[in-house]
């Protein structure tokens, strides 16, 4: 089972409340982060891209740095781990994107992967007058489509011609090509982004929910499955999850308790207020899962317990038909990811032929 994590590239990571570790993102910290993965033989790093937070006590989300930047900086401090930045298509046009991958694949020497954020919260984008208008919401997968196919033409061929409702390439040209496939990541949890995953993809994004429970991924799993196997192409389903570690069971669960006794409310009102907007959105799409969230500081899996339960669950993760691999995210990052290499990994069966440096 493949390994990633998730980096802090946001203030207070995925822990919405003002009682959980709180940190403002830094370059030094994800270095810090990404390099102690990378030394744990964790497979990738990906940052997200956020463009505006969702305020609250905590300002959570307020304090966020840009993804392709960081990772390019990474990438240069890095030899091994794989390296995933994130584009909000609605921000910068597909030739630059191309333009900038192929840059961070020579930094990186081919470890490079770019994730596509088709764009839920209006204000992100509103902000800067560049938001297309409400139809967006129903249409951003097309929109996302036609943005990969000119990625694509241009990293295999060095042209593109595309023309389409959303993107009219005119002899677009880029020299040089990638030195290995550029590949894309997506994160579709509808019926729809599925099968944009399916279709136009490397990998797609899913998220269970709940505590200790891995096969709250089994359904969306076999979704992603069934749309792989109408579009004819492969594409890994990897699990976003949250670790909160300890000695004891009762330990890593007092933490927990800690954390959503903090739950920042108002910052939780701001973003069910702009999933909202979304009025279309299936129940399965991440909008509507975060409306219809209970009100903790994460809705994605939660695998909290002793460094042997949390073992013990990602193997039970592990043995889901279909799924590649999990994202991790941690409530305290260097602690976390250290904990994980030492502690947690050590004990996973489906990790048991890694060798793990020190």
Request: glycine share 8%; with cysteine; hydrophobic share 40%.
């Amino acid at each position: 089972m493949q390994i990633g994590v998730f980096i802090p590239i946001g203030n207070n990571g995925w822990l919405i409340s003002s009682t959980s570790p709180q940190y403002k993102p830094s370059f030094d910290l994800n270095r810090e982060v990404t390099q102690r993965a990378e030394r744990h033989g964790f497979d990738f790093a990906l940052s997200m891209i956020k463009l505006r937070g969702f305020g609250g006590p905590s300002r959570y989300w307020d304090f966020n740095l840009e993804s392709f930047t960081l990772m390019a900086g990474l990438a240069a401090v890095t030899s091994r781990i794989k390296l995933f930045a994130s584009v909000a298509v609605l921000s910068i046009p597909p030739a630059l994107i191309a333009r900038m991958a192929v840059t961070c694949d020579s930094i990186s020497h081919g470890r490079f992967g770019v994730n596509i954020v088709s764009g839920w919260q209006k204000a992100e984008y509103t902000q800067m007058g560049i938001w297309p208008g409400d139809e967006h919401f129903a249409r951003r997968y097309e929109f996302c489509e036609e943005y990969v196919t000119v990625l694509r033409d241009l990293w295999t061929t060095g042209v593109s011609n595309h023309k389409g409702p959303y993107f009219q390439m005119e002899d677009c040209r880029l020299d040089p090509q990638p030195t290995a496939p550029v590949e894309i990541i997506a994160a579709g949890q509808s019926n729809r982004g599925m099968r944009f995953a399916a279709e136009h993809a490397d990998y797609n994004f899913l998220s269970g929910g709940g505590i200790n429970t891995p096969q709250s991924l089994a359904p969306h799993v076999e979704r992603l499955r069934a749309a792989t196997a109408l579009s004819g192409r492969a594409c890994g389903a990897l699990a976003l999850t949250m670790i909160i570690a300890d000695e004891t069971d009762e330990l890593a669960m007092k933490k927990w308790e800690h954390y959503v006794a903090g739950t920042d409310l108002e910052a939780l009102t701001w973003r069910d207020g702009q999933a909202g907007q979304d009025v279309k959105a299936e129940a399965h799409s991440t909008v509507g899962r975060m409306v219809r969230s209970d009100r903790v500081p994460t809705n994605m899996l939660r695998l909290i317990g002793s460094y042997e339960t949390v073992a013990r669950l990602l193997d039970e993760c592990a043995e889901i038909p279909g799924l590649q691999g999990v994202m991790l995210t941690f409530d305290e990052f260097v602690e976390g990811v250290e904990n994980f290499g030492t502690r947690i990994q050590p004990l996973m069966r489906s990790r048991a032929n890694l060798s793990v440096a020190a």
